[in-house]
T-cell receptor, first 109, second 114 residues
Framework: GQNIDQPTEMTATEGAIVQINCTYQ??????LFWYQQHAGEAPTFLSY??LDGLEEKGRFSSFLSRSKGYSYLLLKELQMKDSASYLC??????????WGAGTKLIIKP | NAGVTQTPKFQVLKTGQSMTLQCAQD?????MSWYRQDPGMGLRLIHY???????DQGEVPNGYNVSRSTTEDFPLRLLSAAPSQTSVYFC?????????????FGAGSRLTVL
């Protein structure tokens, strides 16, 4: 079967750095996405990786290793507004998205 | 642009009742989809459409119907509601950004079936 694993919950301190990991086992790979979802709101797109390596976008970076079935989202200079769930999703060989259950990130002052 | 608009935002149904969740987008996106989100689980695809007149089943289609008569609208119908359909439903449309098919989600519809 297809599977996306992420930690259920993480806690970090305002101003610090946090890394949210995502491992996947899917039938084929056609890209990996990260979405942010604030409580009670819709997911919004953060990043996309299809080749190995690091993609940097401001305070957020996303890394992919296709050989290891692994990605991480790195958030720097954490702000209180970064408190949210972070969803990892992989597009499989049929170009369908397989979603992880999300990681709830709690930021403490 | 309003983006993706979903209605209603909240709905309570009794078992066996039917209803339609409305979804409209004004971005001229060809691809539209419906997901459900349940605690502790990833988003699950119910139905999707790659253009007007074309629909297909996703991972969890049973108990739901869709139609796509126009590019803008993609309603989701619950034929006979069951408590297992209690969930948050998201409609999403897709566009291509730097080679990625990025989803734009509606605000969600929270459905409770008693």
């Amino acid at each position: 079967g297809q599977n996306i694993d992420q930690p259920t919950e993480m806690t970090a301190t305002e101003g610090a750095i946090v890394q949210i990991n995502c491992t996947y086992q899917t039938s084929g790979f056609n890209g990996l996405f990260w979405y942010q979802q604030h409580a009670g709101e819709a997911p919004t797109f953060l990043s996309y990786n299809v080749l190995d390596g690091l993609e940097e976008k401001g305070r957020f970076s996303s890394f992919l290793s296709r050989s290891k079935g692994y990605s991480y989202l790195l958030l720097k200079e954490l702000q209180m507004k970064d408190s949210a769930s972070y969803l990892c999703a992989v597009r499989d060989s049929n170009y369908q998205l397989i979603w992880g259950a999300g990681t709830k990130l709690i930021i403490k002052p | 642009n309003a983006g993706v608009t979903q209605t209603p935002k909240f709905q309570v149904l009794k078992t066996g009742q039917s209803m339609t969740l409305q979804c409209a987008q004004d971005m001229n996106h060809e691809y539209m989809s419906w997901y459900r989100q349940d605690p502790g689980m990833g988003l699950r695809l119910i139905h999707y459409s790659v253009g007007a007149g074309i629909t297909d089943q996703g991972e969890v289609p049973n108990g739901y119907n869709v139609s796509r008569s126009t590019t803008e609208d993609f309603p989701l119908r619950l034929l006979s509601a069951a408590p297992s359909q209690t969930s948050v439903y998201f409609c999403a449309s897709s566009h291509t950004l730097d080679g990625a098919n990025v989803l734009t989600f509606g605000a969600g519809s929270r459905l409770t079936v008693l």
